[in-house]
C-alpha cells in the first residue's frame, strides 16, 4: 500500500463520515447497543476503498473516540465506551471493512459482489460485538443475540441494500 495525499483524505473523510452517521442513533430500552447509521459509512468503506485504507479509517475512528473525542453513538467517547458492552462492535467496524474489501476483490464489482460482501462482513462485526457483549455482561448466547443482532437485521439489510448501490454508482469517483 502506497501512503499517497488521497489515501490519507480517504481515511479521514470515512472516519469523519462514521463519526457523523453514528451519531445519527436511536436508543433502544432493552439493549446498550444503539440503533444508528455509522454502519453505512463501514460498508461504503469497505466496498470504495482500497482494503487496508478501509480498515485504517475505522482504526483512525476507533482510536480518536477511545482517547475520548465524541464520535461514538450519542456523542460518547472513552476507553470506558470501547471496553464496555458495545466496544466490540465498535471494534468489529475494522474487521466489517477487512471482509468486505477481501470478498470485493475476489468476486468484482458487482451488485451482487458488493450485497455478499457486506453481508459476510456484518456476521463478522456481529460475531465480535456479541461475543465481547457476552464476556462483559455474562449474558448468554442466545440473550445476548435478542439484544443484540435480532433488533438491528431488517435496519441492517436495508443499510446493505442502500450501501451497495451507492458503492456501484460511486466507484467511478474513487
Not at 3 to 30: E, G, H, R
Not at 43 to 63: D, M, N, P, R
Not at 157 to 169: E, G, H, M, P, T
Amino acid at each position: 500500500m502506497k501512503i499517497t495525499t488521497k489515501n490519507i483524505i480517504l481515511c479521514a473523510v470515512f472516519a469523519a463520515l462514521t463519526a457523523i452517521l453514528s451519531q445519527i442513533s436511536i436508543p433502544l430500552p432493552f439493549t446498550p447497543v444503539p440503533i444508528n447509521l455509522a454502519m453505512i459509512s463501514v460498508f461504503i468503506a469497505g466496498g470504495l476503498l482500497e482494503t487496508k485504507i478501509s480498515a485504517i479509517s475505522q482504526l483512525v475512528y476507533v482510536i480518536i473516540g477511545a482517547i475520548g473525542v465524541p464520535v461514538y453513538a450519542n456523542f460518547t467517547g472513552g476507553l470506558g465506551i470501547l471496553v464496555g458492552p458495545t466496544g466490540g462492535y465498535i471494534v468489529g467496524y475494522i474487521i466489517t471493512t477487512i471482509i468486505i474489501g477481501v470478498i470485493v476483490k475476489r468476486l468484482g464489482n458487482s451488485i451482487y459482489s458488493y450485497t455478499v460482501a457486506m453481508v459476510v462482513g456484518i456476521l463478522g462485526c456481529y460475531f465480535v460485538g456479541t461475543v465481547w457483549f457476552m464476556h462483559i455482561t455474562r449474558n448468554g448466547l442466545i440473550e445476548a443475540l435478542l439484544m443484540c443482532v435480532v433488533p438491528f437485521l431488517i435496519g441492517d439489510i436495508l443499510k446493505i441494500i442502500l450501501s451497495a448501490f451507492l458503492v456501484k454508482r460511486l466507484k467511478k469517483y474513487v
